[in-house]
């Protein structure tokens, strides 16, 4: 359970640096960008650990959050676009 809570904390604070990370001007919300940074947390810290290329809880984890959410960020700019 705290797990799922860190991460949920951690993918908040990765879609708000994501978001100032990535160039262009995005139209989206705060919250948009929180649920995007939650995703891309989730998906890279569980995949990271998965494919066994960190633990859980290591500072490399929230690197890998960050460039999942900007990765997520930019899937989405893609397709708003559109």
Known sequence: ???????????????????AIKPGDDGMG???????????????GYLGAALGLYQPGEAVGFIAS????????VIYGFFKKK
Do not use: D, E, K
């Not at 951690?10 to 978001?19: E, H, S, V």
């Open 1 to 19: 359970m705290m797990s799922i809570l860190a991460t949920l904390f951690i993918g908040l604070i990765a879609g708000f640096i994501a978001r």
């Open 30 to 44: 705060w919250i948009m960008t929180a649920i995007l940074g939650v995703a891309g947390s989730f998906l890279a």
């Open 66 to 73: 960050v460039i999942g959410a900007i990765i997520l960020l």
